[in-house]
C-alpha cells in the first residue's frame, strides 16, 4: 500500500539533545512539507521541499534543520536551539498537479515529542 | 494577517442532524484552491472535500458539503446527518496560485456529536 510513515510514533528528547523525525512516502510525490501542531494554533509550516536537494523555510523554521537526499525521504531535526520542541508533528507529501490547485496534502500519522 | 480563520473552537451538534463550520480566507490571488481535513484523536488528516476558486458548483462528497461565497471569502463545511465517527478536529486550507506550493492551515474546530 502507498503511503507516508512517520516514525517513531512517540518520542521523547532530553533538553539540550538533537532528535530527527522520519519521513518516508511511496507515492512519488515531489512536494514534501513539515508542520507542527500546538493545542489552539491549528498547523504550522516548518519546511517544505519541491524536489530533491532543495528545501525552504517555513513560518517556524527556526530551531530545526532538514534534508532531502532522496524523492521519498524528507527528516527532520529538531535541534537544542528549538526553544519550545514538545508538539505533535506531521509531515506530508503533495502529488504533482498538472498546472492545478486541485492536489491535496497526503498525510502520515505524526509523531509527537516530548522534551523532558 | 492569517491566510484562513475558523472563529468556532468548539461545535456541539445532535446525532443525525446537519452542522456548519466556518471557515474564511485571505487572499487577492484570484486563483485558489480551499481544503478541508479531519482529524480524529488518533492524529491522521483525512482529506474530506476541495473547493477550486472558479468552480462554479459548491463541490460536495457524500455526506460533507462545501458552501463557498467567494465575494464573503468563506467555504463552510456543512456535513449533514452527523453521526458519532465525525467528532473530531476540522481544518480548512488554502492554496493560491502564486506560488502554490504551501498550503495554509486555520485553527481548526473540535466538533463534538451528541448521541
Known amino acids: 500500500d502507498g503511503g507516508i510513515t512517520q516514525s517513531p510514533k512517540y518520542l521523547f528528547r532530553k533538553e539540550g539533545q538533537n532528535v530527527t523525525l522520519s519521513c518516508e512516502q511511496n507515492l512519488n510525490h515531489d512536494a514534501m512539507y513539515w508542520y507542527r501542531q500546538d493545542p489552539g494554533q491549528g498547523l504550522r509550516l516548518i519546511y517544505y521541499s519541491q524536489i530533491v536537494n532543495d528545501f525552504q523555510k517555513g513560518d517556524i523554521a527556526e530551531g530545526y534543520s532538514v534534508s532531502r537526499e532522496k524523492k521519498e525521504s524528507f527528516p527532520l531535526t529538531v535541534t537544542s536551539a528549538q526553544k519550545n520542541p514538545t508538539a505533535f508533528y506531521l509531515c506530508?507529501?503533495?502529488?504533482?498537479?498538472?498546472?492545478?490547485?486541485?492536489?491535496?496534502?497526503?498525510f502520515g500519522q505524526g509523531t509527537r515529542l516530548t522534551v523532558v | 494577517a492569517q491566510k484562513i480563520t475558523q472563529t468556532q473552537p468548539g461545535m456541539f451538534v445532535q446525532e443525525k442532524e446537519a452542522v456548519t463550520l466556518d471557515c474564511t480566507y485571505d487572499t487577492s490571488d484570484p486563483s485558489y484552491g480551499l481544503f478541508w481535513y479531519k482529524q480524529p484523536s488518533s492524529g491522521e488528516m483525512i482529506f474530506l472535500i476541495y473547493q477550486g476558486s472558479y468552480d462554479q458548483q459548491n463541490a460536495t462528497e457524500g455526506r460533507y458539503s462545501l458552501n463557498f461565497q467567494k465575494a464573503r471569502k468563506s467555504a463552510n463545511l456543512v456535513i449533514s446527518a452527523s453521526q458519532l465517527g465525525d467528532s473530531a478536529m476540522y481544518f480548512c486550507a488554502m492554496r493560491e496560485g502564486i506560488p502554490g506550493n504551501q498550503f495554509y492551515f486555520g485553527t481548526g474546530t473540535s466538533l463534538t456529536v451528541i448521541p
Open positions: 506530508a507529501s503533495r502529488p504533482p498537479g498538472a498546472g492545478g490547485l486541485n492536489t491535496e496534502a497526503f
